[in-house]
């Protein structure tokens, strides 16, 4: 009876451990990403879901002059100008994906207008403790599209924290998902 204890408290401490070094790299990761875009491209990608990602594109677009820029996500009674200001876009493409209410949808709907476009290259632009999860997404879409990753950076603090555990479970569960898909 003690053995069978022994090993239970023994392998909740290591699964702990091993769960801790997780959300430090993923924090770590999170914490540290940085910008990786090029200063030019024709296409912006940005997911919804925090406020600040769309202001973070409106950025974007007065320093590089984009063709497009493309929401995924957006609410489907929304309009380009209840997101957007005309003289904010610099006469960009703007196109509102109303599709996706998850991050798989956003990459299935990013890559619908992808393809349709033969779009070989875009700015992703989303949280940065959900650029990973983004990423990973979109690549196993669309293995052959090139991303360049443009973080909006959190504020660090509980709330952070606690998007990244979130964030972090999320990951996994798709990581294992992709893991055995394979199979």
Known sequence: MRSILRITVMALIVTLI???LLFCAFLWNAVLYNDKYEAFCENIVVLTGER????????????????NIFISGVYKKTSVKDILDDKKTNGVNVILGKQAKNTQ?????????VRSNEIKEIVLITSDYHMYRSTFEL????????IHCCAVKSEFGFNFARKCIKELHKT?????????DNF
């Open 18 to 20: 091993i769960w801790n």
């Open 52 to 67: 600040h990602r769309i202001p973070h594109a409106i950025r974007l677009i007065k320093n590089t002059s984009p063709r």
């Open 105 to 113: 949808e956003n990459a299935s709907e990013i890559n619908k207008w």
């Open 139 to 146: 690549q196993k879409v669309n293995p052959k599209l090139k």
């Open 172 to 180: 996994l569960y798709i990581r294992l998902r992709s893991f055995f």
